[in-house]
């Protein structure tokens, strides 16, 4: 399953990037399931996506859980509890 993340805000920062493409092994199901495969990347993807962080996830622009589930093409993103902008 394909997906498109996108994170935002301070995660932006700390990651270099605004915006992913990811193919996602088949035990990957739920938007928290992503989270957890992007830490196994190590570094700062470890850190800023780390469970002790407080974080926010949307799923298809909608607020989400962590037990969202997943749709191939769908779009998964990541952001601090306070955005400005």
């Given at each position: 399953?394909k997906i498109?993340?996108r994170?935002f805000?301070s995660?932006?920062?700390v990651?270099?990037?605004?915006?992913?493409e990811?193919?996602l092994p088949?035990?990957?199901?739920?938007?928290g399931?992503?989270r957890a495969?992007?830490r196994?990347?190590?570094g700062?993807?470890?850190?800023v996506?780390?469970d002790?962080?407080?974080?926010?996830t949307a799923?298809?622009?909608q607020?989400c859980?962590?037990d969202t589930?997943?749709?191939?093409?769908c779009?998964?993103?990541?952001f601090?509890?306070?955005?400005?902008?």
């Open positions: 399953m498109q993340c994170f805000a995660v932006r920062e990651l270099g990037t605004s915006a992913e990811i193919e088949p035990e990957v199901r739920t938007v399931a992503v495969f992007l196994q990347r190590g700062v993807w470890n850190e996506l780390s002790q962080k407080l974080l926010r799923y298809n622009q607020m859980a962590a589930v997943l749709t191939d093409q779009e998964v993103a990541f601090p509890p306070v955005t400005g902008g």
